[in-house]
């Protein structure tokens, strides 16, 4: 069964840098609307960017000028670039996004295991 799988989470001082990575384990015919959400203890999960088919991309408020979200349609990868890393980005983020895996099966709604992002003051 295909999984969204997360990778480059770890631990950074503030003002530091991750790339967090997103794919799926298997092969899929389209990614659509890929995000990140991340969710920190004792809060609930929030939007933190989205690509759209368009092109767009949209950010939370908070992340602004810090992040930036990209995706590699041939390797049906997205990428979240985090930079200028504060401790209150600290939170598991999970990867979503919309997979049309198999033709004869609907588009459904996928996300990641999360990874965890530490930034220490």
């Known amino acids: 069964q295909v999984q969204l799988v997360e990778s480059g989470g770890g631990l950074v001082q503030a003002g530091g840098s991750l790339r967090l990575s997103c794919a799926p384990s298997?092969?899929?015919?389209?990614?659509?609307?890929p995000a990140w959400y991340r969710q920190s203890p004792g809060e609930q999960r929030e939007l933190v960017a989205l690509s759209t088919n368009g092109g767009e991309t949209k950010y939370a408020d908070s992340v602004k000028g810090r992040f930036i979200i990209s995706r590699d349609n041939a390797k049906n990868t997205v990428y979240l670039e985090m930079s200028s890393l504060k401790p209150e980005d600290t939170a598991v983020y999970y990867c979503y996004a919309r997979l049309w895996v198999v033709w004869y099966a609907p588009v459904k709604d996928y996300w990641g295991q999360g990874t965890q992002v530490t930034v220490s003051s």
């Open positions: 298997g092969s899929i015919i389209s990614m659509d609307a």
